[in-house]
């Protein structure tokens, strides 16, 4: 059973565009919620991480928001860039634990 | 400062062989956590070593295994191989738990 759900599976934006992605959770014990960006070749990078007492958390272009009551969270990238395209995972941790749980992936592309 | 050191990048293993894979954490990163990667099942925890010790195991078989040394450097072996066993598989480094996870950029197996 997927932990983690994400969508869409893949999304194609225009340059300077918002890009979304969207993940949900059932797990009432994760207490850490980051997201990865993982270029063809390459592994994943931390891109941004929050913890469920925040909402909103914003690093430059990229911000997670985060529902809680809802079980979801998200990934918003505004002024997407063409050197934006990759895979995209959102991945969840319980308390007490070192392991992830990751989403299934959306590949963004970003168009000229 | 040096990333997450994954060797060799690439094998090519025959169906019934047995593999090793070596992971070289950041310095300073104690938890070494292992990932398989496959375009159907994605990324999934193996287990993770702290310590020298393994501290969560994922849901695999038993012919999946590994070991940190006393360096933190961190092996993984599979035993007689298997088609499906084809995969990326990712190493993790940390400080410890509760930490963010840098990846290494992976050793692609394939099995023949």
């Known amino acids: 059973q997927q932990q983690v759900k994400q969508s869409p599976q893949s999304l194609i934006v225009q340059k300077g565009g918002i890009s979304i992605i969207n993940c949900a959770y059932e797990?009432?014990?994760?207490?850490?919620f980051p997201w990865y960006q993982q270029f063809p070749g390459k592994g994943p990078a931390l891109l941004i991480a929050?913890?469920?007492?925040?909402s909103e958390k914003k690093e430059g272009r990229f911000t997670i928001s985060f529902n809680k009551s809802a079980k979801q969270f998200s990934l918003h990238i505004m002024d997407s860039q063409p050197g934006d395209s990759a895979t995209y995972f959102c991945?969840?941790?319980?308390?007490?634990?070192?392991?992830?749980?990751f989403g299934t992936g959306t590949r963004l592309t970003v168009i000229p | 400062k040096a990333g997450v050191t994954q060797t060799p990048r690439y094998l090519i293993k025959t169906r019934g062989q047995q593999v090793t894979l070596s992971c070289s954490p950041i310095?300073?990163?104690?938890?070494v956590s292992w990932y398989q990667q496959t375009p159907g099942q994605g990324l999934q925890f193996l287990f993770e070593?702290?310590?020298?010790?393994?501290?969560n195991k994922g849901n695999f078989p038993g012919r999946f295994s590994g070991r940190q040394f006393s360096n933190s450097r961190s092996e993984m072996n599979v035993s007689t191989l298997e088609l499906g066993d084809s995969a990326l598989y990712l190493c993790?480094?940390?400080?410890?738990?509760?930490?963010?996870?840098?990846f290494g950029s992976g050793t692609r197996l394939t099995v023949v």
């Open positions: 991945a969840a941790r319980g308390a007490g634990a070192n392991n992830l749980f």
């Open positions: 070593y702290f310590s020298e010790t393994q501290r």
């Open positions: 929050i913890r469920p007492d925040v």
């Open positions: 993790a480094s940390s400080r410890g738990q509760g930490d963010g996870y840098t």
């Open positions: 797990n009432t014990a994760f207490d850490y």
């Open positions: 310095s300073g990163h104690r938890s």
